[in-house]
């Protein structure tokens, strides 16, 4: 079974691919007799994760395109994004180190912590000053892809035994910025959120990419 990749072309279709593909991760868990595998899952997950990475990147790369103002290089300071309190592993060593369990529960963490700044991402898009169809979309689907994949994470995380405590993930403070009326202070509070979720859906996805090889393949695998 394949998770639709096919871009929404409105909300409404959001929301369906989201309830369809949430019910594939139910099936998962809620079947006795035809449990997914956990390479299934994984498989899953990492399409998700590939894809939503692609997606970010999209919105960046066209935020930069369109907004990018050469002043903020010496009139402002890069924010630093709001799930850099979430500890993940620096290196390649550090990641081998790292237990499967603790890098998904960051995972999900840094998942967790997207929800919330992708809901007013998607609200933000409308009122910049040469709105964008495309990004609309594509933002709308990273938005449901993210919740998606929180989805699949657990099912994962669950299947480890691993008790994950639900405390809340960190919160992003940016909201007033984004939603300003001094279009400079808007179009900057977009840009860092755009590129701390290019860096995020990126990180996210090579971590799932090496778990998916380490519990999948026991570590014997190119990628
Ligand atoms: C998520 O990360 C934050 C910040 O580091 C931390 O305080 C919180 O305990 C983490 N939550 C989980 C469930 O690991
Ligand atoms: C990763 O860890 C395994 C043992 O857990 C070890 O055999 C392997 O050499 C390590 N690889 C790297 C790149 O550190
Ligand atoms: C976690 O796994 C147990 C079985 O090990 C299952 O009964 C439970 O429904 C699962 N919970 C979630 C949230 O997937």
Known sequence: MQLTMTLPSSTGMCVLL???SLLLWEHAVSKPTGIV??????DRVVEQSHTTYVLAAD??????????KRSWFTDRMPRICHTASIHTPESRQEVNETKTEDLLKAIVNITNAWEEPLKHLVSAIPSLS????????????????NLVLLEGLKTILNRTQTVYEETDSPVWSGLSDLKSADE?????????LARCLKRDTHKID????????????????LF
């Open 130 to 145: 040469k709105p964008s169809d495309d990004m609309l979309k594509t933002t709308n689907a990273v938005k449901a892809k």
């Open 18 to 20: 989201l309830v369809s």
């Open 37 to 42: 595998s956990t390479k299934d899952l994984y």
């Open 206 to 221: 090579t971590f799932l990419k090496v778990l998916r090889c380490r519990v999948v393949f026991n570590s014997e695998c």
């Open 184 to 192: 400079d202070t808007q179009f900057f509070a977009f840009y860092s």
């Open 59 to 68: 919105i960046y790369h066209e935020f930069d395109v369109n907004f990018f």
